[in-house]
């Protein structure tokens, strides 16, 4: 077991463009978590899931920001049509559920919308 | 809702040094609290956490200790390294259907000199 890991560890893209991310949590972990970081601040909660359902979406998530756990396993994040404001690092997490409360992040992904 | 304020950094001390970290919160019902060190180049690590008021959590020779009273969880280490060096982040995750979703503070980056 290596981790939650995530994919790409770097993203550039042109404002305007669509991205997509990709979290595999550690595989005993039914709940998977969002969060989007900028420089000199915590993380913020954007999502997150038990199994494939995801059960709660922060204000933060606007409409163009979209989240999947189709299998209950991997995650994707997705944000279309990229604004400067988006650039940060989008971190995933994992735990086992309800009950455990020790979160395991990823190395998150850092987005630059030029 | 819930926040979690930090106190400001960065904190730059000599190696042997006390160190403590200032953290309160605000939040409904009984949290869980959490200090998370993220070091250079690598993913948020959970360094320790308390669950129930008086409880102390500790790890690595850091602790820190829930004040209800108080609301706070300060973070001490009694003689610090120069691998110490880092940013560490207090959080607190509620019960309820939103058991393990996290609510971070800002941040205090560590350094610590030779």
């Known amino acids: 077991d290596t981790g939650v890991s995530q994919n790409p560890r770097h993203k550039i893209t042109k404002r305007g463009q669509n991205v997509t991310f990709r979290c595999d949590p550690i595989?005993?972990?039914?709940?998977l978590y969002w969060y989007r970081q900028t420089l000199g601040q915590g993380p913020e909660f954007l999502t997150y899931?038990?199994?494939?359902?995801?059960?709660?979406k922060s204000r933060l998530l606007s409409d163009r920001f979209s989240a999947e756990r189709p299998k209950g396993s991997f995650s994707t994040l997705e944000i279309q049509r990229t604004e400067q404001g988006d650039s940060a690092m989008y971190l995933c997490?994992?735990?086992?559920?309800?009950?455990?409360?020790?979160?395991?992040f990823g190395q998150g992904t850092r987005l630059t919308v030029v | 809702g819930n926040s979690v304020t930090q106190m400001e950094g960065p904190v730059t001390l000599s190696e042997e040094a006390f160190l403590t970290i200032n953290c309160t919160y605000t939040?409904?019902?009984?949290?869980?609290l959490f200090w998370y060190v993220q070091y250079p180049g690598e993913g948020l690590q959970l360094l320790l956490k308390?669950?129930?008021?008086?409880d102390k959590g500790s790890n690595k020779g850091f602790e820190a200790t829930y004040r209800k009273e108080t609301t706070s969880f300060h973070l001490e280490k009694g003689s610090v390294q120069v691998s110490d060096s880092a940013v560490y982040f207090c959080?607190?995750?509620?019960?309820?259907?939103?058991?393990?979703?996290?609510?971070f503070g800002q941040g205090t980056i560590l350094t610590v000199h030779p």
């Open positions: 308390a669950t129930k008021a008086d």
């Open positions: 997490a994992s735990s086992r559920g309800q009950g455990d409360t020790e979160a395991f």
């Open positions: 939040a409904t019902g009984y949290p869980s």
């Open positions: 595989s005993e972990h039914n709940r």
């Open positions: 899931f038990q199994n494939e359902a995801q059960l709660e």
């Open positions: 959080a607190l995750s509620s019960g309820g259907t939103s058991y393990g979703k996290l609510t």
